[in-house]
């Protein structure tokens, strides 16, 4: 009953936030909205004024179709030294690439019925197997730089509390996580593409990284861009360590935050919530072990009666708490 009024409360605080943030960006980008939309009046009225054997209707359908096919990434400009084509080779590799992960920038996107129709069933099986490779790897990189060093530090230093020796270690793992994804490759982009800042850079960085995946900003596609399919590939890479080390990052907070029952309720799945339980009722006294996967049922249960009970076991149940 109590994980019921738990989560009643948090579809309260979500709708809540989910106002906030309609009434904050509705204040902040309407008054934009609106400047642009009078610039855009004025210039029609003016070039209407300076050239007025032109039709209007003409204008407005010929803008209509410019702005469409300009949509689909085909440039409508004449006075450019090439075509850019947006679905060559490393182009739909991209585009592939960053529908699988889910970031979908919208640019391209699939014109023809042929390509929609192979896009949803390409996206139906790839989808899943994207994000549970993408799972599995950051699972891997826990062990590596969470599991195996939280270990040493214990055998080194065991005269810390285990609780603050996670935390120190999950502040130092994340904040070179977010140097790694996000800060760096900011200063990168902001060197590579002309028309962005370094806070436009970090901006995209993280809408891609989070998944978002606006498309306001995406790399690779103004003229003249130096080696562009080199760059699309080491951007599809980028994506790929970057969404793993996000995978990484929710991997140690879920470790770090499991007891806490509110918010265990979004980091923790059913089925880890239910076998943290079964876990908790056959060894009450177990969270003093330090560092010991909770949801690893089998090698819990692989302890023996010679264990020394002054011995700690990681892994395993303390005999000493029975």
């Avoid at 410019?66 to 850019?84: M, Q």
């Avoid at 950051?138 to 195996?148: E, F, G």
């Avoid at 270990?151 to 070179?176: D, G």
């Amino acid at each position: 009953m109590m994980k019921w009024k738990c989560v009643f409360f948090l579809l309260v605080i979500y709708m809540v936030y989910l106002v906030f943030g309609a009434f904050f960006f509705s204040y902040v980008e309407q008054p934009h909205e609106d400047q642009l939309r009078e610039k855009v009046l004025n210039m029609w009225d003016d070039f209407l004024e300076i050239h007025p054997c032109l039709s209007e209707e003409k204008l407005e359908d010929f803008l209509r179709t410019a702005l469409l096919v300009k949509s689909f990434g085909v440039s409508v400009l004449r006075n450019i030294s090439f075509f850019e084509v947006k679905w060559d080779f490393v182009s739909s590799l991209f585009f592939a690439g960053t529908t699988l992960t889910t970031i979908g920038y919208g640019h391209p996107f699939p014109i023809s019925l042929s390509g929609k129709v192979f896009c949803v069933f390409y996206c139906l099986f790839g989808i899943p197997f994207t994000l549970s490779l993408l799972s599995i790897v950051a699972q891997k990189w826990t062990i590596l730089l969470r599991d195996i060093p939280l270990r040493y530090c214990h055998r080194r230093w065991n005269t810390l509390n285990n609780k603050t020796l996670e935390w120190i270690h999950a502040i130092v793992v994340i904040s070179f996580m977010c140097l790694l994804c996000f800060f760096i490759p900011a200063i990168l982009f902001n060197s590579l593409e002309e028309n962005w800042g370094y806070a436009d850079a970090l901006y995209f960085c993280f809408i891609s990284l989070s998944t978002v995946g606006l498309g306001d900003y995406v790399p690779g596609e103004q003229s003249g861009q130096r080696l562009p399919a080199l760059y699309k590939l080491l951007v599809i890479g980028y994506l790929l360590l970057g969404l793993v080390c996000v995978f990484l990052m929710v991997e140690i907070l879920k470790n770090l935050l499991k007891h806490n029952q509110i918010l265990s309720l979004f980091l923790l799945g059913n089925e880890d919530g239910r076998q943290d339980e079964e876990i908790d009722r056959v060894a009450p006294n177990d969270s003093e072990v330090p560092f010991a996967p909770r949801n690893d049922e089998t090698t819990r249960r692989r302890v023996t009666h010679s264990v020394s009970p002054n011995e700690k076991s990681y892994g395993s149940i303390n005999p000493s708490s029975s």
